[in-house]
């Protein structure tokens, strides 16, 4: 049993839970499910650089990354750094999170935020909504085409963004369709955790240009942003590479201003 595996498991009775203690009438009557959301796709194409950084205390593969900064210093301080948008995990078991972070964040900010996720019930797209998100993931490698095109449906009805992550050809080809706003390539394999910023590479003529192209997972230079860039992409969504340093703030604005000299 894959990481992946176990993750869903745990998913699903969470899900079962929370839907028993918070019905689906409590998040609607929230005070932040009529909020206004904000495009992470135009972002993406209107920005030169294009960065999505991520909060992130803990993963699976690498134990605790940074526990030492609060939500909002780390959301906060992306914002300064002129990130495109900003990924939250609110996985609470493997990667530390809650949906608490995504209220701090949206109270925090006001640049887009992706509830980063593990989908499988469309009542996390309610708590998504409910708790402050612009835009929602979708993991190819664990829905069905049918449940892709109901979530993504259902998101935008509420008004939020979609972005698919995919990690090869036949996930891509399963899962394209008009609903889905951003296509994300995950260089991280789920199965090893290996990356690759070469399944980039080799994904990208697949994608269709209807899509925002982002790329997920392993990228920590100026270059490996300049290279994709001639490959299409508009977005790179960083997760590690920021939370592992002394300071969030400084090292993403360090990293954007080494891609503004280089480019």
Not at 235 to 240: A, P, V
Request: charged share 20%; aromatic share 6%.
């Amino acid at each position: 049993m894959t990481i992946l595996d176990k993750i869903i498991i745990n998913k699903k009775q969470e899900v079962k839970l929370k839907k028993q203690l918070v019905p689906v009438t409590q998040l609607e009557n929230s005070a932040l499910f009529g909020s206004r959301t904000y495009s992470l796709s135009k972002n993406l194409q209107n920005n030169l650089i294009g960065i999505i950084a991520e909060h992130k205390r803990r993963s699976p593969s690498k134990s605790v990354i940074n526990n030492d900064f609060t939500v909002e210093e780390v959301v906060t301080g992306y914002q300064n750094a002129g990130v495109s948008g900003i990924s939250v995990l609110t996985d609470g078991k493997y990667f530390g999170g809650s949906l608490d972070d995504l209220i701090i964040a949206k109270a925090s900010v006001n640049v887009p935020l992706l509830r980063k996720e593990f989908i499988i019930n469309e009542y996390q797209i309610l708590e998504a909504k409910a708790h402050g998100a612009d835009v929602i993931l979708l993991i190819a490698a664990i829905l069905t085409r049918f449940e892709i095109k109901q979530f993504s449906e259902f998101a935008h009805s509420l008004g939020l963004e979609v972005l698919l992550e995919v990690h090869n050809e036949e996930e891509l080809n399963k899962a394209v369709m008009p609903s889905l706003d951003m296509i994300g390539v995950n260089n991280r394999s789920l199965k090893t955790f290996e990356v690759s910023l070469e399944n980039s590479k080799e994904l990208a003529q697949h994608i269709p240009n209807d899509f925002v192209k982002v790329s997920e997972s392993g990228i920590s230079s100026a270059a490996a942003i300049l290279e994709l860039q001639q490959f299409g992409y508009q977005g790179f969504l960083i997760g590690e590479h920021f939370m592992k340093t002394e300071n969030p703030e400084k090292s993403a604005t360090a990293f954007i201003n080494s891609i503004l000299i280089k480019s």
